[in-house]
T-cell receptor, first 115, second 114 residues
Framework: EPEVTQTPSHQVTQMGQEVILRCVPISNHLYFYWYRQILGQKVEFLVSFYNNEISEKSEIFDDQFSVERPDGSNFTLKIRSTKLEDSAMYFC?????????????FGNGTRLTVT | AQKITQTQPGMFVQEKEAVTLDCTYDTSDQSYGLFWYKQPSSGEMIFLIYQGSYDEQNATEGRYSLNFQKARKSANLVISASQLGDSAMYFCAMRVPNAGKSTFGDGTTLTVKP
């Protein structure tokens, strides 16, 4: 079964550094998402992306964050200047449709640790 | 705006028994989808079961069933014959038309005791 792939699985970075989290969504999916989960807490929506542009973003997704689909397969989340509070698990998800009966397919996540 | 409430931070169940994880939701949309996801300690998010707002029957997937009570706006997950591998965090989520994103509850940590 096709799956969403995220790399790296774990990233450690120093405060103020830029990080890029990478995702390869399922190939025929059209809608892409980033969520984050601070350890043991709820899953928070960051941004959704469709047709090469952001379709929705949360208040968490400020100017420090950006997303890109640089080619036909990768979908990246960039954090320009990381803060300690950015430490979390970041999940990429994709969906073939935007309809209510279409579940999100999640990658295994990237655990970001900011020191 | 949509809201999902899971009032049980943690639940315990004996192996082979059934357990119900509660989920209530709030939305002004008439059409919506409700989902349950499992997150084991390894961290991945696994889709378990889906219920549509217009579905007249409760969804079932193997040992998982969804007790959908539309008037009460509840969508409880029932796991029958619990197994040790069911120990995980469980999230209830909702998707509404044109929103794209899913909204998640805070999750319930289920521990299955041998």
């Amino acid at each position: 079964e096709p799956e969403v792939t995220q790399t790296p699985s774990h990233q450690v970075t120093q405060m103020g550094q830029e990080v890029i989290l990478r995702c390869v969504p399922i190939s025929n999916h059209l809608y892409f998402y980033w969520y984050r989960q601070i350890l043991g807490q709820k899953v928070e929506f960051l941004v959704s992306f469709y047709n090469n542009e952001i379709s929705e973003k949360s208040e968490i997704f400020d100017d420090q964050f950006s997303v890109e689909r640089p080619d036909g397969s990768n979908f990246t989340l960039k954090i320009r200047s990381t803060k300690l509070e950015d430490s979390a698990m970041y999940f990429c998800a994709s969906s073939p449709l935007r309809q209510t009966n279409s579940p999100l397919h999640f990658g295994n996540g990237t655990r970001l640790t900011v020191t | 705006a949509q809201k999902i409430t899971q009032t049980q931070p943690g639940m315990f169940v004996q192996e082979k028994e059934a357990v119900t994880l509660d989920c209530t939701y709030d939305t002004s949309d008439q059409s919506y989808g409700l989902f349950w996801y499992k997150q084991p300690s390894s961290g991945e998010m696994i889709f378990l079961i889906y219920q549509g707002s217009y579905d007249e029957q409760n969804a079932t997937e193997g040992r998982y069933s969804l007790n959908f009570q539309k008037a009460r706006k509840s969508a409880n997950l029932v796991i029958s014959a619990s197994q040790l591998g069911d120990s995980a965090m469980y999230f209830c989520a909702m998707r509404v038309p044109n929103a794209g994103k899913s909204t998640f509850g805070d999750g319930t940590t289920l521990t299955v005791k041998p």
